[in-house]
């Protein structure tokens, strides 16, 4: 599934959160969304993921555009994984996983074997094994983070949207998540704060800065020195090992 969003723009009264954003990700590609703290991350994400409108420009998934898809359509076609995704109901493992088949049940809710099995299987590939009737309240925070992803894979979209999926997760984690959503195979945009992960996993990225695409492209050729000291205000050496991008970060200057 190919994800177009051309000259999105969307703005409270006060200010202009996201100016003309314009980017693709061609089908089955991660592509990852990178930029400072308040750059307009998580707002291209939730316009992208239907919940928010936007003030002019659209998106498209395969040419449909989003804003004109029904609520169903898209909780078939797109899976978000939020960046505090809570719920204070009493849900087990299995119950929150379950929750993202829902989309694709016909009219009424079923829990049949197939399902569960199936629930179980994807646990397993977020190394939940044996985690399924635990409740959700008595997760650690990068359980939680990964029973979500678990929820959207489960879900099985066309397009699945991560907003700072890594957030928690300890590095072996984190490596064993990026690796999982490439397998996947699913066209993938994903808000990365670990710009050395987002060289490693990322087919393309894009750079926002207070809601502008200031770069876009293949990670070696947008994460230069002069980007990461004009966007993020680091200094950093960029160097190449085993053919693939490394920042080094120097601390600031006293
Ligand atoms: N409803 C809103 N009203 C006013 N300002 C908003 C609203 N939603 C977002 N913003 C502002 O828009 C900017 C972008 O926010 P967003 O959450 O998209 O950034 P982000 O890049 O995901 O940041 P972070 O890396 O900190 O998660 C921020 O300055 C935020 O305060």
Redesign the pocket.
Known sequence: MMLDVSGVSWA?P??R?LDRVTCTAPAGSLVGLL??????????LRVVAGLLRPTSGQVTIDGDAVARLRRLAVARRIALLA?HAETDLDLTVLDVVLLGRIPHQRSRWSDSDTERARAVEVLAHVDLTGFEHRKWQTLSGGERQRVQLARALAQEPELLLL??PTNHLDIGHQLQLLHLVRRAGITTLA?L?DLNLAAMFCDTVVV?DA?RVVAAGAPEQVLTPALLADVFGVEAEVGTHDGRTVIHYRPPAA
């Open positions: 409270v006060a200010a959160i930029g400072p703290n308040g750059s307009g991350k998580t707002t291209l960046q907003d700072e808000a704060h926002l809601g």
